[in-house]
C-alpha cells in the first residue's frame, strides 16, 4: 500500500470559458468536480496505475464531505481522512478555451486544533507500518505546525519506510533536513530554498541540505534529477498546451510508482514526464489523459550519466527500447 498524504485537501472545480476577459462576465461552457490537493491527485494517478493507496489528511465541513463523496467513486484509493470542524477549502481552475491558458483561486483551508493534528498524527502512525512508500505533499492548512513535514518525514524513515516531499517555502526548507529520500520541487521552490537560480547546482545544494534524491520540475522543460546513482534529464518530446494543474502531482505518482516497484531511474523519470505531459493534455484537474500517456511514454528523451561501477551513461533510445 502506497499512503499519499494531503494535509489542505480541495475540492477541485475547473471552469471552462471560451474567453477570460477581466472585467467582464463569463458563461461556463463546462463544470468539473474532483476531489483534490495535492496528495489526493497523486493517488487517483497510483490507483491509475495499478497500485492500491491509501489517503489520509484532513477534511471538513460541507466541502469536505463533498471531497470524501467523490474520493468513494475513486476505485483503488482507501479513505483515511481524518475529520475537522472547519471547512476545506476549493481551489477554481478557469480555462481560457481559445488560448488555452487556466488561472487558478486557491483558499487557504480550514483552521486545524491542536486537538485534530493530534488525532491525524495517531492516524499517521497507524497506517505507517502498512506502507510501501509515503507521499507528503502540498500546503498546511492554519494551524498546524511549520515543521510537520519534518516530523512526518522522521517518522516514516524510523519506520523504513521511503518518503516523497513536495512542498514549498518554510516547511520544505524544514522537511528537507529530516532527510527525506526524495523531494520534487518546482524551479521557483528550488531557488527559493538554495538561493541558486542554476537548476544543476541548486539540486546538489539541496542534496548537500538532506534530501536524498532531488527530482526539480522545470515545467514544459521537464524533470532534472539528482540522485545518489547518477545526474539525469528527462523532457517530453514537444511541448504541450492545456491545464497545468495537478501535473506536478502526476510526476510524483510517477516516481513513487517506479520506486516501489523498483525501476531504474532512466524509467520512473520517463513515467514521471509521461503522467505530467498527459496531465496537461486532460480536460479536468488532477486527472490524465491515458492514450497521451500510453502514446507519449515510449517518447520521453532521458539522458544522463550514472555514479555506479559498471553501469553505461544512458541514452534516449535506450529508454525508448526498455518501453
Known amino acids: 500500500m502506497i499512503l499519499t498524504v494531503t494535509l489542505n485537501t480541495a475540492l477541485d472545480i475547473t471552469y471552462r470559458v471560451r474567453s477570460l476577459r477581466p472585467h ?12 483534490g490537493g495535492k496528495g489526493v491527485n497523486v493517488a487517483r494517478v497510483l490507483a491509475a496505475l495499478g497500485h492500491e493507496v491509501t489517503a489520509t489528511g484532513f477534511a471538513g465541513g460541507a466541502t469536505g464531505h463533498a471531497i470524501r463523496d467523490r474520493l468513494a467513486d475513486t476505485p483503488g484509493v482507501t479513505d483515511a481522512l481524518v475529520p475537522v470542524t472547519g471547512a476545506s477549502r476549493r481551489t477554481i481552475a478557469v480555462v481560457d478555451e481559445l488560448t488555452g491558458d487556466t488561472t487558478q483561486l486557491n483558499e487557504p483551508g480550514p483552521q486545524i486544533t491542536p486537538t485534530e493534528w493530534g488525532n491525524f498524527l495517531d492516524r499517521y502512525e497507524e497506517l505507517l507500518p502498512s506502507a510501501s512508500a509515503v507521499a507528503l505533499s502540498g500546503s498546511l492548512p492554519p494551524g498546524v505546525p511549520v515543521g510537520a513535514y519534518a516530523g512526518l518525514v522522521r517518522a516514516a524513515r524510523t519506520r523504513g519506510v521511503p518518503v516523497l516531499l513536495d512542498t514549498s517555502g518554510e516547511p520544505l526548507r524544514r522537511g528537507v533536513a529530516a532527510r527525506p529520500d526524495i523531494i520534487k520541487p518546482n524551479a521557483d521552490e528550488l531557488a527559493e530554498l538554495t538561493g541558486s537560480h542554476e537548476p544543476l547546482r541548486a539540486t546538489q545544494d539541496a542534496r548537500r541540505r538532506g534530501a536524498a534524491t532531488v527530482v526539480a520540475s522545470l515545467g514544459p522543460e521537464g524533470l532534472l534529477a539528482a540522485t545518489p546513482e547518477g545526474r539525469w534529464r528527462a523532457t517530453p518530446p514537444s511541448r504541450v498546451h492545456g491545464n497545468p494543474t495537478g501535473a506536478g502531482d502526476s510526476a510524483v505518482a510517477g516516481l513513487l510508482s517506479g520506486l516501489v516497484e523498483q525501476l531504474p531511474w532512466q524509467d520512473r523519470l520517463s513515467r514521471a ?31 544522463g550519466w550514472s555514479t555506479q561501477p559498471g553501469l553505461a551513461q544512458s541514452h534516449p533510445q535506450d529508454s525508448a527500447r526498455r518501453r
Open 273 to 303: 514526464v509521461a503522467l505530467s505531459t498527459a496531465t496537461v493534455r486532460a480536460a479536468a484537474a488532477g486527472e490524465f489523459d491515458r492514450e497521451s500517456y500510453e502514446e507519449l511514454l515510449g517518447r520521453v528523451v532521458v539522458t
Open 24 to 35: 467582464t462576465s463569463h458563461r461556463v461552457s463546462e463544470v468539473i468536480e474532483r476531489a
